[in-house]
Nanobody, 119 residues
Framework: QVELVESGGGLAQAGGSLRLSCVGS????????MAWFRQAPGKEREFLAL????????QYADSVKGRFTISRDIAKNTVYLQMNSLKPEDTADYFCAHKITQNSGYGYWGQGTQVTVSS
């Protein structure tokens, strides 16, 4: 079993920054990679970024490339999402997700943290 807990959401002004954290726990935590997603009201869940847990390799959605940075601290079982140059359209619930193998789906999700960006 794996538990993921996000934090760091809140209210930011356009152009501002926020840093989200996702702490993982559980005997089966060791992921293949970790990812961040978001879901705005009335919209589908959107992939934002992923990071290979061992390799550190990253991948980003075009919508956040150059503004958001994903990183991880293996010793702390924590993945981060540094969000800069925030826009009102970044307003959403943000979720971290855990993939245990290359060919598995995302088997574990956090409860989400809300981000609101005011113009």
């Amino acid at each position: 079993q794996v538990e993921l807990v996000e934090s760091g959401g809140g209210l930011a002004q356009a152009g501002g920054s926020l840093r989200l954290s996702c702490v993982g726990s559980g005997r089966s935590f060791s992921p293949y990679h970790m990812a961040w997603f978001r879901q705005a009201p009335g919209k589908e869940r959107e992939f934002l970024a992923l990071i290979g847990w061992s390799s550190g390799t990253t991948q980003y959605a075009d919508s956040v490339k150059g503004r958001f940075t994903i990183s991880r601290d293996i010793a702390k079982n924590t993945v981060y999402l540094q969000m800069n140059s925030l826009k009102p359209e970044d307003t959403a619930d943000y979720f971290c997700a855990h993939k245990i193998t290359q060919n598995s789906g995302y088997g574990y999700w956090g409860q989400g943290t809300q981000v609101t960006v005011s113009s």
